[in-house]
């Protein structure tokens, strides 16, 4: 799995976006996948604020002791999201783009043509949408986090801790909206539909990418 996906990174994704760096209309486009980042890392830190809230609320609602203030929220982290919308500019967006164009030029189907013949075409591009480039996405964007941290060394841990639970959590939303694109959506459309589908996407994303790790119980220390 490692080297199949080295390979990808190396002699199929990095040229491209090379190329893509270059072209005007490209720089249209990762400019609204960074957008597309920035508001998915903002529902995210939203969704945990609210997760916080409701943990605060319970505690109290279980204490003898009445809170005097609620708690205040904690600020948007700006870093978090500039960092989310970096990623989406300079590789997902590249990333995507080519991806989809490359695969409406291998397995070319018709939308809406629920043919014996257009099964297969359909079902490859579906299966590679998951087995290929979701494993791509979720490693880089966790070596990408690692890099901007200056936290290298948690990278191996990380992908071992969390990179199966964010691929589960990715093709439950993916491979039904995958199997929309593909089937239903013309192809000069699908890159615009799957950008807008990446909403929901990043959030997944930077929802694992910003799980604290478990605090390890130090060896010999007894529970009084």
């Not at 590789?91 to 397995?107: N, S």
């Not at 629920?114 to 591009?125: G, M, N, R, V």
């Not at 979701?134 to 070596?143: D, E, H, K, R, W």
């Not at 997944?204 to 130090?218: C, W």
Request: net charge positive.
């Amino acid at each position: 799995m490692k080297s199949m996906l080295e390979k990808s990174v190396k002699v199929i994704f990095i040229p491209k976006i090379k190329q893509h760096l270059d072209c005007k209309q490209g720089r249209k486009q990762r400019v609204v996948c960074a957008a597309l980042g920035c508001v998915g890392d903002s529902v995210a830190q939203r969704r945990e604020a609210g997760t916080r809230r409701a943990a605060a609320a319970v505690e109290a609602a279980g204490s003898k002791k009445k809170p005097t203030a609620a708690a205040p929220d904690v600020a948007h982290d700006f870093t978090r999201t500039f960092k989310q919308a970096m990623y989406n500019f300079f590789f997902y967006g590249p990333v995507q783009h080519y991806w989809y164009i490359e695969l409406a030029k291998r397995w070319p189907a018709r939308a809406f043509a629920l043919t014996a013949e257009s099964l297969a075409p359909f079902a490859t591009k579906v299966f590679l949408n998951q087995a290929l480039l979701g494993p791509v996405v979720v490693s880089t964007f966790f070596l990408w986090g690692a890099v901007w941290s200056n936290d290298v060394k948690s990278y191996p841990g990380k992908l071992k801790r969390d990179m199966l639970p964010t691929l589960r959590a990715g093709w439950s939303f993916w491979v039904p909206a995958s199997s929309v694109n593909f089937m239903c959506v013309p192809t000069k459309h699908q890159v615009l539909y799957m950008s807008a589908c990446s909403i929901v996407w990043n959030v997944i994303l930077s929802l694992n990418m910003n799980k604290p790790a478990p605090v390890v119980a130090v060896a010999g220390k007894k529970k009084k």
